[in-house]
């Protein structure tokens, strides 16, 4: 069963390695001993001697970390830390009563880098005063350094860190970090690739945008157009055009409109004459029976006449 403190140095390493920082790598030596770490930690930003330096280092955590702090030290000549000596930090062994179990690794060396490097020793111990020009020339000397135990430079190493950031999407923003490998120029190169390559993709666009559109012509010959059902004259319909037939003044001429009284206004006619026709019945009924009382009266008039002879 493993321990509070091998679970948290698992934990720590695999997030480190999950989200990695430009500004450092860390890691156990070896498998069997979580409790003993190496790092890398690129040095301040300008205007500090350390701008271009790379500091290869050595972190020991005790067996009930995290509730102690670890300790730790440069292997790397600076200028400022003397070498493989642990050095007093408030962070550190040395100052057990400013620490905090939820620091890590990466807050550490994060505070080294940012901090205590750019600052003076001041008595400090395991650092050391040096002059700009010293450092300046330590953090020169630095990319070429080797660990005698991880076998490769500190260039070495952080190239190959570099190149685990840029494919998590971390953006490289440390001073001296164009001029590893030759990552700079490979990066101008492609880009300057990729735009070639874009411009020519935009000049062949434009060439087909530039060419002139053309329709289909139906061809002339009436064999190829289906004979037409004969129109009534009454008809205001008109034929289907080709599309690519020229438009004439004749054939945009409007036709006239056809003079024959619609079905409809007829229609509208005839019913408002039966409409009226109605209205004049009654008068004329009253007439005929009017005269039909005048006969028989006159009828009567002269039989009774002709009675009295």
Same mark, same amino acid.
């Given at each position: 069963?493993?321990?509070?403190?091998?679970?948290?140095?698992?934990?720590?390493?695999?997030?480190?390695?999950?989200?990695?920082?430009?500004?450092?790598?860390?890691?156990?030596?070896?498998?069997?001993?979580?409790?003993?770490?190496?790092?890398?930690?690129?040095? /301040?930003?300008?205007?500090?001697?350390?701008?271009?330096?790379?500091?290869?280092?050595?972190?020991?955590?005790?067996?009930?970390?995290?509730?102690?702090?670890?300790?730790?030290?440069?292997?790397?000549?600076?200028?400022?830390?003397?070498?493989?000596?642990?050095?007093?930090?408030?962070?550190?062994?040395?100052?057990?009563?400013?620490?905090? /179990?939820?620091?890590?690794?990466?807050?550490?060396?994060?505070?080294?880098?940012?901090?205590?490097?750019?600052?003076?020793?001041?008595?400090?111990?395991?650092?050391?005063?040096?002059?700009?020009?010293?450092?300046?020339?330590?953090?020169?000397?630095?990319?070429?350094?080797?660990?005698?135990?991880?076998?490769?430079?500190?260039?070495?190493?952080?190239?190959?860190?570099?190149?685990?950031?840029?494919?998590?999407?971390?953006?490289?923003?440390?001073?001296?970090?164009?001029?590893?490998?030759?990552?700079?120029?490979?990066?101008?190169?492609?880009?300057?690739?990729?735009?070639?390559?874009?411009?020519?993709?935009?000049?062949?666009?434009?060439?087909?945008?530039?060419?002139?559109?053309?329709?289909?012509?139906?061809?002339?010959?009436?064999?190829?157009?289906?004979?037409?059902?004969?129109?009534?004259?009454?008809?205001?319909?008109?034929?289907?055009?080709?599309?690519?037939?020229?438009?004439?003044?004749?054939?945009?001429?409007?036709?006239?409109? /056809?003079?024959?009284?619609?079905?409809?206004?007829?229609?509208?006619?005839?019913?408002?004459?039966?409409?009226?026709?109605?209205?004049?019945?009654?008068?004329?009924?009253?007439?005929?029976?009017?005269?039909?009382?005048?006969?028989?009266?006159?009828?009567?008039?002269?039989?009774?006449?002709?009675?009295?002879?």
């Amino acid at each position: 069963m493993t321990s509070p403190s091998t679970r948290r140095l698992l934990k720590e390493s695999t997030d480190i390695h999950k989200n990695p920082s430009p500004y450092f790598t860390a890691s156990p030596i070896s498998d069997s001993n979580l409790h003993d770490w190496h790092f890398t930690l690129t040095g /301040p930003p300008s205007p500090t001697p350390y701008a271009n330096g790379l500091y290869h280092g050595r972190i020991t955590f005790p067996p009930t970390y995290p509730l102690r702090p670890p300790s730790f030290r440069f292997l790397t000549p600076s200028g400022r830390f003397e070498v493989n000596r642990e050095i007093c930090l408030s962070i550190s062994g040395h100052h057990e009563e400013t620490w905090q /179990p939820a620091w890590g690794v990466r807050t550490a060396l994060l505070a080294i880098r940012s901090e205590i490097m750019g600052a003076e020793s001041k008595g400090q111990v395991g650092g050391m005063e040096g002059s700009e020009a010293i450092r300046r020339e330590f953090a020169s000397e630095s990319r070429g350094w080797v660990c005698r135990e991880c076998g490769r430079s500190n260039e070495e190493a952080m190239k190959e860190w570099w190149e685990i950031c840029r494919e998590r999407g971390v953006k490289i923003d440390v001073e001296g970090s164009e001029v590893v490998g030759g990552d700079k120029e490979e990066e101008d190169k492609k880009q300057e690739k990729d735009e070639a390559e874009a411009e020519k993709d935009d000049g062949q666009t434009e060439a087909v945008l530039d060419e002139p559109a053309t329709t289909p012509v139906a061809p002339a010959s009436t064999s190829a157009v289906s004979p037409t059902p004969p129109v009534p004259s009454g008809s205001n319909s008109t034929p289907a055009v080709v599309a690519s037939a020229p438009l004439t003044q004749s054939s945009i001429r409007p036709h006239p409109t /056809p003079t024959t009284p619609a079905p409809v206004a007829i229609a509208a006619r005839t019913a408002a004459a039966s409409q009226s026709e109605p209205a004049n019945s009654p008068w004329l009924d009253r007439a005929i029976i009017g005269i039909i009382f005048a006969l028989i009266i006159l009828v009567t008039k002269r039989t009774v006449n002709v009675d009295d002879l």
